[in-house]
């Protein structure tokens, strides 16, 4: 599976960014996706995900309430809106894709076998 990301871009704080990411495989449906990021001179951090069933989505605490997750399995395409930026949300974005689902704090650790190649988003204050 190969992952496209894309829409990353300078915006002013309070500002929205919408991310995509597409991949190239027609099993899309069955994958569960994962929207992660490192800023510069960090860990790379959990931003949220979504199992292949769609029955909810989670959330890194930082992001709830100014993020949004979707995906549309028809287009292979997975979105993460960006909403209230903070000068702190500034980071690289990967999108990434695994064939197992994922419960609670497994997001954070588990083991994600698709990466895409990360998209820079910078927050100027």
């Known amino acids: 599976v190969q992952l496209q990301a894309s829409g990353g871009g300078l915006v002013q704080a309070g500002g929205s960014l919408r991310l995509s990411c597409t991949g190239s495989?027609?099993?899309?449906?069955?994958?569960?996706l994962g929207w992660f990021r490192q800023a510069p001179g960090k860990e790379r951090e959990f931003v949220s995900g979504?199992?292949?069933?769609?029955?909810?989505?989670t959330y890194a605490d930082s992001v709830k309430g100014r993020f949004t997750m979707s995906r549309d399995n028809a287009k292979n395409t997975v979105i993460l809106q960006l909403d209230s930026l903070k000068p702190e949300d500034t980071a690289v974005y990967y999108c990434?894709?695994?064939?197992?689902?994922?419960?609670?704090?497994?997001?954070?650790?588990?083991?994600?076998?698709?990466w895409g190649q990360g998209t820079l988003v910078t927050v100027s204050s």
């Open positions: 990434a894709a695994a064939t197992r689902r994922f419960v609670g704090s497994a997001w954070k650790t588990g083991v994600f076998e698709y």
């Open positions: 495989r027609g099993t899309f449906s069955r994958l569960s």
């Open positions: 979504m199992n292949w069933s769609s029955t909810g989505t």
